[in-house]
């Protein structure tokens, strides 16, 4: 049975810390998911295999991953996200380990509690988070921040500098899928934290333009460091 879940939009950890895996392919409930098995890790890429379609945020079934993974005997998830910056001092190539987190749509988890009288209190994950940072600190990379609250926007369109300005007010990152894992995660009695690797600042918050490219190439320069935290977190378990 697996106990660590390790999610990341980053197919190619599949391709490097995950190449031996075995792929599981199953219905759930919820839906089709797709995972990869290695002992007692399984590996999910959120955005599906680049190399036959990729899944946009919006279109991510958090129900059906999440149920898979419960059902393989998950109980601990490490995710790991692609964010952008709202404050100037959080700076691309910087890694952030959020405390906290704002998703003001509808919950895609609403639907396990519909009928269910006790109100869920969604949260990150306070003992997985402090595993995490440990693991930041052991691999010799700069310190994560600890204090970042993470805003979810649906997707898949970036924001505008108008909608940055108002986030900037509440919030210290900004991406599309972390909250609503979290959330789904937490209702199926899951824990789960998450590494953010900021790749980029947000819409209007510095002078220069953003560009996917720039994203995806941030993205691409924290590979090594993102494999490093994660051997480091495997070996303290």
């Not at 919950?107 to 006790?118: M, Q, R, T, Y």
């Not at 990150?124 to 995490?132: E, H």
Request: negative net charge.
């Amino acid at each position: 049975m697996a106990t660590l879940g390790i999610i990341s939009g980053n197919y190619s950890l599949k391709k490097t810390f995950f190449r031996n895996c075995k792929e599981l392919t199953r219905d759930t409930r919820y839906g089709p998911a797709q995972v990869y098995l290695n002992g007692d890790l399984v590996f999910l890429a959120r955005h599906g295999n680049p190399n036959v379609k990729h899944i946009l945020p919006h279109q991510i079934n958090h129900l059906a991953n999440m149920s898979l993974l419960k059902e393989l005997g998950v109980n601990e998830i490490f995710s790991l996200n692609s964010v952008g910056s709202l404050k100037k001092d959080l700076k691309p190539g910087m890694l952030a380990v959020p405390k906290d987190f704002i998703l003001l749509a509808q919950s895609p988890a609403a639907l396990i509690h519909e009928n269910n009288k006790d109100h869920f209190v969604p949260e990150l994950n306070g003992a997985l988070r402090r595993k995490i940072v440990s693991a930041v600190l052991l691999s010799g990379v700069d310190d994560a921040n600890e204090e970042c609250v993470y805003w979810q926007t649906s997707g898949p369109r970036l924001e505008t500098k108008a909608e940055i300005r108002l986030m900037a007010n509440f919030a210290d990152l900004v991406g599309m899928t972390m909250a609503s894992e979290a959330v789904t995660a937490g209702e199926m009695g899951l824990a789960y934290a998450s590494l953010c690797s900021i790749d980029n600042y947000a819409n209007g918050v510095v002078d220069q333009p953003l560009t996917l490219e720039t994203i995806l190439e941030n993205a691409r320069l924290q590979l090594d460091n993102i494999l490093l935290i994660l051997e480091h977190f495997l070996n303290s378990k």
